[in-house]
Every structure is written in structure tokens, then in C-alpha cells.
């Protein structure tokens, strides 16, 4: 069976010519080519040097397909999705014609038309939506394609389980685990001790809706405790990174940036660290940097923005809510009176949880409940 993937993922030519995207969606691809003969990916390049979270395909049955890219935060680049929609469309039309099923993945700006056009289609298809499906008030073209996919037939995969579900959405975790990276996990849990000095992580954007400025604020208020924090890394980059340093700097703050590192350096951090932190308010589906770190031993910190509070709960985590600096700091307090042996067993339910968040899981069922 071959298969069409279309989406907006970012790609984009490396200095020997290679093409190279962004690292989660083309780890998952690699990975869902062995149930496929054949997948072209459609999707957005650019005509930019490759950030360092970038990779390659490992596969030749994988072809990308360039797309122009379309949407964004300007006038013009929000202009861009009708103006590219003809040339938007041809390739989308051609790749169709030589496959026998397909996936787009929403929200994106282009989705507003391509939605309705692949519901035309014969070909077998489903729709991913890999934002927050409960979101209250998204931006309006996010609306109108959460709206298009509740009134129509095909099968969509969402974040959670939601009230009033329509039978059509599938609840589907984003897959990002290998069932070797499961047994990797399985042993560190062993020998992992929960006792300060605490190390902690972060992993995502650094912006103030991902949670960044609330953890610096955080760790500033607690600096003075004797024992309780070694070392805070945060992963990714953003416009405000020199700003943060700066305060880190000020402050005098335990707490380290790495910028972007690949795949294999984060899941390093997530081995040496005890919690992850990701106090966000961003519309989130269901990050996977949570399955990832609670995989490896990392009992998550985190608000309750879309589909997270159905998986981690007092159990296996802890809960910022209401999402502030202040009740994080609360957080951060408490875990220097928890006995170590209930930290370890927060981890251990934390571990099983990320069991639903492997290739092997997610491929199946793609096979035996879509296709």
C-alpha cells in the first residue's frame, strides 16, 4: 500500500544536497514506512539553513514532495495561502493519483481548503488533528477546520477523549518511543534515586506561554533552599532566549541552556534528570516530550492544557493549576518533604503510562482501525 502524508512540516536542503525536516514527524515516518511500500510526504521547504532539530529519512521508500510554504504570523504570510493554493493544490492532485491512501495533518493554514478537497477524494484517508480539540477560542482558521472535521465522515485522530465526541475522531496518541527505548527506560528506572539535589528539564520553545519565564521566576524564589536544586536544563530555543539568559545570569539561577540538541542528547538529559517542567498555557495537544521524559524515569510538572490532565494526575505527577509561578513554587517546596520510595513510585506509574506512546502501538492500529 502506498501512502500520501500532508502536512506542514518544515524542510529543508542540507550543504551535500540531502533533505532533512523536523525531527519528531520524521522520526514517525520512519518508523510507519514499515507497514507502507511506498510514502510520499508533501510537505513545506524552505530555502533556509537547517535548525539542529532536523533529520534525515532513513528510508528510499520515502519521498518528499515540495510544498510552498504557506501561512503564518505576518499580512503577507497569511495571504500566502490562497495565493500558493493553485500550485498547493496541483501537487496534492498528482501525488494522489499515485497512492492509495492519505493522511493530512490540521490544524494548518492550508487545511481550509485542502480539508473539504481530500473529502472529495475516493481514496481511502484520515485526518490528524495534532492541536488542542478542546480549545475554547482558537484562532478562526483553526475553528473552521475543527468544525469541517466534526461534520464529516472520515476518520480524524485527536488528543484525548473528549464530552459529545463524534464518532468519526479516534482518540490516538502521538507515537514516539521505540519498544527498545521502552526496555532503555525499563532498566534506568531501577537504579534512578528521588532525592535532592533535584534535576530538572524543559523541552520545547522557550516562550512565555510554554512555561519558561514562570520556571525562572520559580527557581528564584526558592534559590535559597539548602539542598533541594542541582541543575535545570532547558532544551529548545526562542525569540526571548537572550532575555531568560540574562535573568538566569542576574539571578544567579541553577539553570542551564542547551539551545536545540538532537534526539538522542534530550533523552540523555531525560536519564539524568528527576522531573520535567512544562508549566504551559500554549494550546497543546498532547506534548510528547511528557511520554518521552516519564519513559525515562521523569516525573512530569505540568498544567493542565488540553488532553494532559486525562494522563497525568496525582498519581504519576503533579498538576500546576492554576498554571502560575506561585504554585509551581508550592510544588517545588513539597518535593523536598516527599519520601523518596512514593517519588519512586510516582515514576514507576508514570512509566506505564508512556506504554501507549510507542511506533509499534500507533502503526497497528493506523493498519487494524483506519485502514
Not at 533552599?225 to 535573568?247: A, F, M
Amino acid at each position: 500500500m502506498k501512502l500520501a502524508i500532508i502536512s506542514h512540516t518544515e524542510h529543508y536542503r542540507t550543504e551535500d544536497g540531502g533533505i532533512v525536516g523536523w525531527g519528531p514527524t520524521i522520526t514517525e515516518i520512519n518508523h510507519l514506512i514499515d507497514r507502507f511500500d511506498k510514502i510520499y510526504h508533501v510537505a513545506f521547504f524552505y530555502e533556509e539553513e537547517p535548525p539542529p532539530s532536523s533529520i534525515p529519512y532513513t528510508s528510499n521508500n520515502i519521498e518528499f514532495v515540495p510544498l510552498p510554504p504557506s501561512g503564518g504570523k505576518t499580512l503577507g504570510s497569511k495571504l500566502s495561502v490562497l495565493t500558493n493554493l493553485p500550485k498547493t493544490l496541483a501537487i496534492v492532485k498528482n501525488v494522489l493519483r499515485k497512492v492509495d491512501a492519505f493522511q493530512f495533518r490540521a490544524p494548518v493554514g492550508i487545511g481550509v481548503y485542502l480539508i473539504p478537497y481530500l473529502n472529495r477524494t475516493k481514496k481511502k484517508g484520515w485526518f490528524k488533528y495534532a492541536g488542542n480539540w478542546a480549545q475554547e477560542n482558537p484562532p478562526l482558521g483553526y475553528a473552521l477546520q475543527r468544525k469541517m472535521l466534526m461534520n464529516q465522515d472520515r476518520t480524524v485522530t485527536i488528543n484525548g477523549k473528549w464530552p459529545n465526541q463524534p464518532k468519526q475522531c479516534l482518540t490516538f496518541e502521538n507515537p514516539c518511543l521505540t519498544l527498545q527505548e521502552r526496555e532503555e527506560g525499563k532498566n534506568l528506572m531501577e537504579s534512578k534515586a528521588y532525592r535532592p539535589r533535584f534535576t530538572f528539564c524543559f523541552v520545547g520553545r522557550l516562550e512565555d506561554e510554554k512555561g519558561v519565564q514562570r520556571i525562572l521566576d520559580a527557581f528564584a524564589a526558592i534559590k535559597n533552599l539548602p539542598d533541594g536544586i542541582g541543575e535545570v536544563h532547558l532544551i529548545g530555543n526562542g525569540t526571548k532566549r537572550k532575555q531568560y539568559e540574562k535573568q538566569v545570569s542576574r539571578q544567579q539561577l541553577p539553570i542551564r541552556f542547551h539551545g536545540f540538541l538532537s534526539r538522542t542528547e534530550v533523552f540523555d538529559i531525560y536519564k539524568q534528570s528527576h522531573f520535567l517542567l512544562l508549566p504551559s498555557t500554549a494550546s497543546e495537544g498532547f506534548p510528547k516530550v511528557i511520554a518521552e521524559a516519564m519513559n525515562y524515569g521523569c516525573i512530569p510538572i505540568v498544567s493542565d492544557v488540553s488532553s494532559i490532565g486525562q494522563y497525568i494526575h496525582s498519581a504519576n505527577g503533579f498538576i500546576v493549576n492554576p498554571t502560575t509561578a506561585e504554585k509551581l513554587v508550592d510544588i517545588l517546596r513539597e518535593l523536598q518533604e516527599l519520601d523518596k520510595n512514593l517519588l519512586k513510585a510516582k515514576a514507576a506509574q508514570a512509566y506505564q503510562v508512556a506504554a501507549n506512546f510507542t511506533f509499534e502501538h500507533y502503526n497497528e492500529r493506523i493498519i487494524t482501525e483506519i485502514l
